[in-house]
């Protein structure tokens, strides 16, 4: 069964960590031993997992993208966001995470974001926990 995690986020570039409301999930599946899938179906968005304790690697994540693909930049889609397009790319619409015991097998300092690209908008991510 999938479930969907819904976001609604509050910028045209955020990164939002959703890592609690995976646990929920994990957690809700009862599966002990397994594997965590997560998967953003959007064009303009991605998911990726780094540091949570200090928010400044979120910034520095955000501004070195800003940096790399600027918004305009002479692209042929002419919907205004080709560089969300490019950035979704770059960063991928899917994760995996192994579970242990019930839990995410994360290390210390990791939390899953979800990345805005184009926001603000309602948004989602599927999860799906296979155990093994
Ligand atoms: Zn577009």
Redesign the pocket.
């Known amino acids: 069964m999938v479930r969907y995690i819904n976001i609604r986020t509050g910028a045209r570039v955020e990164l939002v960590d959703i890592t609690s409301r995976v646990k929920e999930v994990v957690k809700d599946s009862g599966i002990g031993d397994g594997v965590c899938y997560l998967y953003v179906p959007h ?2 968005a991605g998911i990726t997992i780094n540091e949570g304790a200090d928010p400044s690697v979120k910034r520095d994540i955000i501004q070195t993208l800003q940096r790399l693909i600027p918004r305009d930049a002479g692209y042929a ?1 002419m ?4 560089d ?2 490019v950035k979704s790319s770059l960063v991928g619409a899917s994760l995996q995470v192994l579970v242990e015991e019930g839990e995410l097998l994360l290390g210390t300092w990791q939390s899953i974001f979800f990345c805005e690209f ?1 926001g603000p908008r309602h948004r989602r991510v599927a999860v799906k926990i296979m155990g093994t």
């Open positions: 064009t303009t889609h919907e205004g966001n080709a969300a397009h184009d």
